[in-house]
Structures are given as structure tokens and as C-alpha cells.
């Protein structure tokens, strides 16, 4: 069983979107307030079919803000109030308890779902709230309804979809933890088995109370005694700890902590199918971040999703998993499922890639080396009079031979990219050719620019050229056996640095940088 997508309606930020999953792993990436979190919440919170988990959450803050807003604006009527529902559909499973047409979409399949909706029988309550002179929204006259398309309603105890959150947020809060190991708990034991433990565990109590503890309840007055608390919060799921070497895990560092309960949770995949991480990279050192990719590589047979800001995560768990999600309106996805199989595999392996900031970015600049990198910035306020952030241009440096890898990327999601790159002597074999179905507008959103003067063959020479006064100034004087131009070129980065902080006010940009400026920014 997995799930083939989820279907959303006024769930936070999502007034209505719906997104398809793989049977594998669903790497979620985008901006802050993208929505990354909130689609993991939403399985969570649909697989769990706990009520009192909404409850604590609060419809309030469930209930997407814009339609309150567009409401409470309106008329008020009752029968336009918003609704809130999360629908999982679900493949490769035959149950007669799931499969059925009450979902959005009316058709026949397999799936549960979670409505949050004002509540019909207390429709006189609701209307005496929007009618009043200071009113306001009736959240707590909405009635929170776990369902699966078949119409049979579940519940925490009678889960359809059994799941296991890591929210590496949370790591040492003590209620997620027990929420964890009572998840692990309940996957590693049968019901049967559970209820059998649970009855032994409270018989060990009692046998404490009347063995340990019979010798001073004698002491206390008659109908006095000591006993052990044996329900709520004292039960056996919320006494359970997990141990490593001996240890509780909660006595572990927070990166152990967060490489434990993967593992564990990867170990469980026939009981717990769907596993989601929440930023699986926070409080982990490099070498760990490898080794809990590597558990996951390893691991086929649990659905994952995981939302990240690392590009580890994102590339080396394969390019082609991952779901960009924008912060813009409408809510929007994007899946990189297309990508070519050689491109996803260059990426695995290539270091500093950079492809978070890259696919995230509305424009980009992809230059060939440091250099580059380091003069931009002063290159952009003399063009366009402000600094790269200010007009929101991201600038990465990338070896010229892979541009074209992130160029079949840009092609399909539609960034804007302007590649900055040297002729090497030869404009109409390294650029014209080269760039063959990028050169003359194959792509709205992709030009290359370099200089067509064969002399100019590389960007230290062209910022001499441009700035020949101020290079002789700079880097000609004690020269002995090396000429400025040399010079430079053999010390680009920090010739580039030393430009930037002496000269950076004054600098004349090359023309050809000067027009990938001004084209990108439009």
C-alpha cells in the first residue's frame, strides 16, 4: 500500500491543490512558508484519525485564513461557510473498508479522509454568532469528521494508514517522543499482543503495591495506603522508552536522537509503510547526514516523504523525487520526475552543487568560477543600481562544462537563467555551437552570453581590457617576470577580491555582462 496523492481544500495555506506521490521516496523542497510542513502534517494528521490531535492543533489554525477572511467580508450565510478537507488516496491495497466514491472527485477508489465542516445541528448556535454586531468566525461549531471512501468512519484506534512522523523540530520534547515510541510500540506488537503486555505491566504494579509497598502502608492510619497510579498518563505507552547500548535514547545527543528513530522507523517498513521526516538534516554533522542517507538508500520498502532545505538530501537521494513547492499564490507543484536519467546521476555525485538555490530561484546567473562569483555583486550595482539580493538575481558558480545539466533543468521549470562564460578563442565553436537550442531564443527563459571577440577570451582578460588603468595600478607594479595580464590569470581569485574592495565603486563591466545584467532582470 501507498499513497498515489493527497487531495487538499482551505488546509492552511492551500485553498485547493491536489499532488501525485511516487511509490518511493517524495523529497519536498521550497521556500519558507511553501508548504513543505503542512503537506507532512496533513498525512499525519488524516492517517492518524485522532481528534483530539485536530483538537489541540485547533481548526483555527487549520482552517486557511483567506477563506475566513473572504467570508467574514461576505454575507455570512451559513451554507457558504468554508470547508476543510484532506483526502489520501491509496494504491496497491484491496479493502473493501477503504474503496469507494465518497471523496471530492465522486469515483470509485481506495482512500481515507478528513472533513473539518460547520456542524448542521448546531446551525441555530452559528447563525446567532454571525448575526451578532461585533461577530465573529464560529470555529468551535465546526465537527471534525475521520472517514474513509467507503463512508465507514475510523479512528486513532482503528488506523487505515499506519504512519510515523520525525519532526526533527521536536527533538527532546517529551510528548513527541512518547508519540514515537508508542508508534514504533504498536508496530512491533500485535493488538493481541499489546493488551497482553499492558494486563502484565498493570499486574506488576499491583504486585509492587501489595509486596514493596505492604510494609509501610502498615505504618499509615486505617483505610490509608500507598498505591501506583495505573491509568492516564502513568500507562504502560507513556512509560516506555527506547534504549541504545543501554541508554535511553532521550539521554542522547539530538543528532543520535535524529539518527536512531530513522533507523528504527526504516527497520518497521512492512508494519509502518509511510515514514515522514521533517527536515531529517537538522542537528546532524556531515558524516551522519551521509550515513542516514545511506539507511535510506538502503531502505525500499517504506514510502517516504521528507521535506528539506539540503541539497545532500535532495540530489543524492535522486533529483527525479523531488516535488518543488513555491511560496507564491496560488499554491503550486512542481515534480522533477522528467529530469534525465544521466543528469540525476551527475547530480548525485557532483559536489556543491547548489541545486536547492538553483530550482528555488525566480532568476540566476550561472558564471565559471570564483572570480566571477566575487565581482558580480559590484558588477550589478553599477549596471543596475542596486545589489543582486535587491533585485533578487541568485549568482552560482559552476563549472562551464556542466551548465548544460542545469539548463535541461531551467527548460522545464521555467527559472530564468542567464549563463556567463568565457569563447576560449573560439566564439563560434565554444558558444554557437556548443550552445546549439539555446542561442537564438529556443528558450524564453535561457540565454548565454559571452564575448564575441576572440581576443577577449576569458573574463580576466576582459576586465582588463576594460579596466587596463586601474589593473596596471592594482597588479603591475614589482612585476618582473610576469605581465598583469598573466598575473591575473594566475591569481583570479584574489585579483577578483582585491578588485571588489579597491575598485568596486568605479569598476567598468564588460559589455557581455553587462547585457546578462540587464536581460535577466527583466
Same mark, same amino acid.
Given at each position: 500500500?501507498?499513497?498515489?496523492?493527497?487531495?487538499?481544500?482551505?488546509?492552511?495555506?492551500?485553498?485547493?491543490?491536489?499532488?501525485?506521490?511516487?511509490?518511493?521516496?517524495?523529497?519536498?523542497?521550497?521556500? $519558507?512558508?511553501?508548504?513543505?510542513?503542512?503537506?507532512?502534517?496533513?498525512?499525519?494528521?488524516? &492517517?492518524?484519525?485522532?481528534?483530539?490531535?485536530?483538537?489541540?492543533?485547533?481548526?483555527?489554525?487549520? +482552517?486557511?485564513?483567506?477563506?475566513?477572511?473572504?467570508? %467574514?467580508?461576505?454575507?455570512?450565510?451559513?451554507?457558504?461557510?468554508?470547508?476543510? /478537507?484532506?483526502?489520501? /488516496?491509496?494504491?496497491?491495497?484491496?479493502?473493501?473498508?477503504?474503496?469507494?466514491?465518497?471523496?471530492?472527485? $465522486?469515483?470509485?477508489?481506495?482512500?481515507?479522509?478528513?472533513?473539518?465542516?460547520?456542524?448542521?445541528?448546531?446551525?441555530?448556535?452559528?447563525?446567532?454568532?454571525?448575526?451578532?454586531?461585533?461577530?465573529?468566525?464560529?470555529?468551535?461549531? /465546526?465537527?471534525?469528521?475521520?472517514?474513509?471512501?467507503?463512508?465507514?468512519?475510523?479512528?486513532?484506534? &482503528?488506523?487505515?494508514?499506519?504512519?510515523?512522523?520525525?519532526?526533527?523540530?521536536?527533538?527532546?520534547? =517529551?510528548?513527541?517522543?512518547? =508519540?514515537?515510541?508508542?508508534?514504533?510500540?504498536?508496530?512491533?506488537?500485535?493488538?493481541?499482543?499489546?493488551?497482553?503486555?499492558?494486563?502484565?505491566?498493570?499486574?506488576?504494579?499491583? !504486585?509492587?503495591?501489595?509486596?514493596?509497598?505492604?510494609?509501610?502502608?502498615?505504618?499509615?492510619?486505617?483505610?490509608?495506603?500507598?498505591?501506583?497510579?495505573?491509568?492516564?498518563?502513568? @500507562?504502560?505507552? $507513556?512509560?516506555?522508552?527506547?534504549? %541504545?547500548?543501554? *541508554?535511553?535514547?532521550?539521554?542522547?545527543?539530538?543528532? *543520535?536522537?535524529?539518527?536512531?528513530?530513522?533507523?528504527?522507523?526504516?527497520? #518497521?517498513?512492512?508494519?509502518?509503510?509511510?515514514?515522514?521526516?521533517?527536515?531529517?538534516?537538522?542537528?546532524?554533522?556531515?558524516?551522519?547526514? #551521509?550515513? %542516514?542517507?545511506?539507511?535510506?538508500?538502503? &531502505?525500499?520498502?517504506?514510502?517516504?516523504?521528507?521535506?528539506?532545505?539540503?541539497?545532500?538530501?535532495?540530489?543524492?537521494?535522486? +533529483?527525479?523525487?523531488?516535488?518543488?513547492?513555491?511560496?507564491?499564490?496560488?499554491?503550486?507543484?512542481?515534480?522533477?520526475?522528467?529530469?534525465?536519467?544521466?543528469?540525476?546521476?551527475?547530480?548525485?555525485?557532483?559536489?556543491?552543487?547548489?541545486?536547492?538555490?538553483?530550482?528555488?530561484?525566480?532568476?540566476?546567473?550561472?558564471?565559471?568560477?570564483?572570480?566571477?562569483?566575487?565581482?558580480?555583486?559590484?558588477? @550589478?550595482?553599477?549596471?543596475?543600481?542596486?545589489?543582486?539580493?535587491?533585485?533578487?538575481?541568485?549568482?552560482?558558480?559552476?563549472?562551464?562544462?556542466?551548465?548544460?545539466?542545469?539548463?535541461?533543468?531551467?527548460?522545464?521549470? !521555467? *527559472?530564468?537563467?542567464?549563463?556567463?562564460?568565457?569563447?576560449?578563442?573560439? /566564439?563560434?565553436?565554444?558558444?554557437?555551437?556548443?550552445?546549439?537550442?539555446? %542561442? $537564438?531564443?529556443?528558450?524564453?527563459?535561457?540565454?548565454?552570453?559571452?564575448?564575441?571577440?576572440?581576443?577577449?577570451?576569458?573574463?580576466? *582578460?576582459?576586465?582588463?581590457?576594460?579596466?587596463?588603468?586601474? @589593473?596596471?595600478?592594482?597588479?603591475?607594479? !614589482?612585476?618582473?617576470?610576469?605581465?598583469?595580464?598573466?598575473?591575473?590569470?594566475?591569481?583570479?581569485?584574489?585579483?577578483?577580491?582585491?578588485?571588489?574592495?579597491?575598485?568596486?565603486?568605479?569598476?567598468?563591466?564588460?559589455?557581455?555582462?553587462?547585457?546578462?545584467?540587464?536581460?535577466?532582470?527583466?
Amino acid at each position: 500500500m501507498y499513497i498515489s496523492k493527497i487531495k487538499l481544500q482551505n488546509f492552511r495555506r492551500f485553498r485547493n491543490i491536489e499532488i501525485r506521490f511516487n511509490r518511493g521516496r517524495n523529497i519536498l523542497v521550497g521556500d $519558507n512558508e511553501s508548504g513543505k510542513s503542512s503537506i507532512l502534517q496533513a498525512i499525519d494528521l488524516c &492517517s492518524r484519525g485522532s481528534r483530539h490531535r485536530v483538537e489541540d492543533i485547533g481548526v483555527e489554525t487549520l +482552517l486557511n485564513v483567506d477563506a475566513v477572511r473572504e467570508f %467574514m467580508a461576505g454575507d455570512k450565510r451559513i451554507e457558504n461557510l468554508p470547508k476543510l /478537507y484532506i483526502e489520501l /488516496y491509496l494504491s496497491d491495497i484491496v479493502d473493501e473498508g477503504l474503496e469507494g466514491n465518497e471523496n471530492s472527485e $465522486n469515483v470509485p477508489a481506495n482512500g481515507v479522509r478528513l472533513a473539518i465542516e460547520p456542524d448542521l445541528s448546531l446551525s441555530r448556535q452559528t447563525l446567532q454568532v454571525l448575526q451578532a454586531q461585533n461577530s465573529s468566525f464560529p470555529f468551535e461549531f /465546526y465537527s471534525i469528521i475521520f472517514s474513509t471512501f467507503s463512508g465507514e468512519s475510523y479512528n486513532g484506534y &482503528s488506523k487505515k494508514v499506519k504512519t510515523v512522523m520525525l519532526d526533527n523540530s521536536t527533538i527532546g520534547n =517529551e510528548y513527541a517522543l512518547n =508519540e514515537y515510541i508508542s508508534t514504533i510500540y504498536g508496530a512491533a506488537l500485535t493488538q493481541v499482543e499489546q493488551l497482553a503486555t499492558k494486563h502484565s505491566y498493570g499486574n506488576s504494579k499491583s !504486585g509492587f503495591k501489595d509486596g514493596v509497598l505492604a510494609p509501610f502502608n502498615a505504618k499509615l492510619p486505617v483505610g490509608y495506603s500507598f498505591s501506583v497510579k495505573n491509568t492516564g498518563k502513568n @500507562c504502560l505507552e $507513556n512509560d516506555l522508552t527506547i534504549e %541504545m547500548g543501554g *541508554v535511553p535514547i532521550s539521554e542522547k545527543g539530538t543528532g *543520535v536522537q535524529c539518527a536512531v528513530k530513522t533507523q528504527l522507523a526504516l527497520s #518497521r517498513a512492512e508494519e509502518i509503510p509511510v515514514i515522514l521526516l521533517e527536515e531529517p538534516e537538522n542537528h546532524l554533522s556531515h558524516l551522519n547526514m #551521509r550515513k %542516514m542517507i545511506e539507511d535510506i538508500e538502503k &531502505s525500499q520498502r517504506a514510502q517516504l516523504f521528507i521535506s528539506t532545505h539540503s541539497d545532500m538530501i535532495s540530489t543524492r537521494l535522486d +533529483l527525479r523525487n523531488c516535488i518543488l513547492m513555491n511560496s507564491a499564490e496560488p499554491a503550486r507543484t512542481v515534480s522533477l520526475g522528467y529530469v534525465d536519467g544521466g543528469t540525476a546521476n551527475f547530480f548525485m555525485k557532483a559536489p556543491d552543487n547548489n541545486m536547492l538555490q538553483f530550482v528555488l530561484a525566480k532568476k540566476v546567473i550561472l558564471v565559471e568560477g570564483d572570480a566571477e562569483f566575487i565581482l558580480m555583486d559590484a558588477f @550589478c550595482k553599477r549596471v543596475l543600481n542596486q545589489t543582486l539580493a535587491e533585485r533578487g538575481i541568485d549568482v552560482i558558480a559552476v563549472d562551464g562544462k556542466c551548465f548544460k545539466r542545469y539548463l535541461e533543468i531551467a527548460r522545464q521549470i !521555467g *527559472v530564468k537563467v542567464a549563463v556567463v562564460t568565457d569563447n576560449d578563442k573560439n /566564439y563560434a565553436e565554444n558558444i554557437t555551437n556548443a550552445y546549439n537550442g539555446y %542561442m $537564438n531564443n529556443e528558450y524564453a527563459n535561457i540565454k548565454v552570453f559571452a564575448d564575441t571577440d576572440n581576443e577577449l577570451y576569458t573574463f580576466e *582578460v576582459a576586465v582588463n581590457k576594460n579596466n587596463e588603468a586601474d @589593473c596596471d595600478e592594482l597588479f603591475g607594479a !614589482g612585476r618582473r617576470t610576469l605581465s598583469v595580464i598573466e598575473y591575473m590569470l594566475a591569481n583570479k581569485a584574489e585579483v577578483a577580491y582585491k578588485l571588489l574592495t579597491q575598485k568596486g565603486e568605479t569598476i567598468n563591466v564588460p559589455q557581455y555582462i553587462r547585457e546578462a545584467l540587464e536581460w535577466v532582470n527583466v
